[in-house]
């Protein structure tokens, strides 16, 4: 690849990208549209180029000399000003295939989303042919579908490429992780409808090895998911994705009809009267934790040779020491095993002979069991000082109650005024 120029590359997909792209030896410019994301850029090794996706000169200059220009950029959001997204996912792809072509540049490789598919309907093991959504009633996956067209249907002399990623995660991320530990620290988290539903998920990094594919080998005017290979339980995932920040997601549930409701019911309030900020649940965040969303990789498999470079495993080991090393986690990160000169020659054989899944699924759970382990002696505790509260007040019962019968005894054998003052033969 002679060249490349990158939108979003101070994003989590663009920078990994520039990343990539760099340790390949390939010349990356990158769009920045602030100083702090030209610093961003520069130290992923990019040169920046000043500007953003509504200054079409600066794009033009950016690619120019480029043989490959990637799309990253997006407006990422599931609520806003409707202006605000088509302005920036429609209008600015537009202006960005209309440099690419003025710049010379033969190819523009899009970052896509399977949103861009969505209206509300489960997916469940769709492919390619599942058609585009531009009426959706979210305003991501409408304006993503409106973004995807303008790329496919570009004017010839330019060739046009859409990569698809679903719930793109990793180290790095920066919003997705990052804002569902902050719930479950404030104590505002809650599945939907149980989260037992089927997902897809993409890793950054084979998000990006999809990319980079589809700029060397993608057909033109053709679109391909990428993802970790295997759906998964949205729950599950979620759970060790949480699990690697220490955290714990808990068990607060709400029905998902409930949810769907308050979404709409919450969507119209905000428009209407208008409301500020966001509403507490959108229709697009309701589909995302509650339907199915299972996808066919095959034909990246056949036309790109597309393969997972990042397991599961790998990738939440990763986040797991990456979270110690920032201090978000106080526990050591796993450690890998050694084994001691003393041991067999075919002990170590057959040690250093466990698969790299193997070693990374023990890695993980040194890191994930000692958490659960943790909050479990923490429970074991407090079940002990509740143990011995109750043991001290048994106690305080019955001495209680034996100085009760004692006094009763004494005031029994009292004898009476009358009886005082009579000799005690008397009596």
């Known amino acids: 690849m002679d060249g490349a120029f990158v939108t979003g590359g101070s994003g989590f ?5 520039i990343e990539r792209l760099v340790g390949d030896g390939v010349r990356v410019r990158a769009l920045a549209r602030s100083s702090r994301s030209a610093d961003r850029v520069r130290t992923l090794g990019a040169e920046p180029v000043p500007g953003d996706l509504d200054d079409a000169d600066a794009l033009v200059a950016g690619a120019r000399g480029s043989e490959v220009l990637f799309h990253a950029a997006a407006h990422v959001e599931d609520w806003g000003d409707p202006k605000d997204f088509h302005r920036i996912n429609v209008l600015g792809t537009r202006r960005v ?4 072509r003025q710049a010379g540049v033969r190819r523009v490789v899009h970052v896509g989303t399977e949103a861009a598919i969505m209206e509300g309907q489960p997916l469940i093991a769709v492919d390619e042919t599942e058609p585009l959504r531009p009426r959706s009633p979210a305003l991501y ?18 060739e046009a490429v859409a990569v698809r990623p679903r719930f793109v995660w990793g180290r790095g991320d920066t919003t997705l992780l990052p804002s569902m530990a902050a719930m479950v620290r404030d104590g505002r988290f809650a599945w939907v ?6 997902t897809e998920t993409t890793h950054v990094d084979n998000t990006v090895e999809g990319l980079v594919l589809a700029a060397t080998k993608g057909h033109d005017r053709n679109a391909y998911f990428v993802t970790d290979g295997t759906p998964i339980a949205f729950r599950e995932m979620v759970t060790r994705l949480l699990a690697t920040q220490g955290l714990d997601p808990g068990d607060k549930n709400v029905p998902a009809p409930v949810a769907r409701a308050l979404a709409f019911a ?12 966001a509403p507490p649940l959108t229709r697009f965040a309701s589909w995302i934790v509650t ?11 056949r036309d790109l040779g597309y393969a997972p470079v990042v397991t599961r495993e790998q990738g939440l080991a990763e986040l797991a020491a990456s979270a110690w090393r920032s201090g978000a986690v106080r526990r050591s990160p796993p450690r890998s095993q050694t084994i001691p000169p003393g041991r067999r020659r075919s002990e170590r054989s057959s040690t250093s002979a466990l698969s790299s899944r193997t070693r990374t699924c023990v890695a993980e759970a040194r890191f994930v069991v000692p958490f659960f382990a943790q909050r479990s002696a923490a429970d074991a505790e407090a079940a002990g000082m509740r143990a011995s509260r109750t043991t001290r007040s048994a106690r305080f019962m019955r001495s209680e109650t034996a100085r009760s019968a004692r006094s009763r005894a004494v005031s029994v054998e009292r004898p009476t005024r009358a009886q005082a003052r009579r000799p005690y033969s008397a009596r």
Request: proline share 7%; net charge positive.
């Open 97 to 100: 295939v209309g440099a690419a």
């Open 13 to 17: 997909i663009g920078g990994r990208l």
């Open 193 to 198: 409808g149980g989260g037992r539903h089927l």
């Open 291 to 301: 339907r199915e969303c299972t996808l066919s990789i095959e034909k990246a498999r």
């Open 266 to 277: 919450g969507e119209r309030a905000w428009r209407l009267l208008p409301l500020p900020g």
């Open 141 to 158: 996956s409408r304006t993503k579908a409106l973004a995807e067209i303008e790329v496919l249907t570009a004017p010839p002399g330019i």
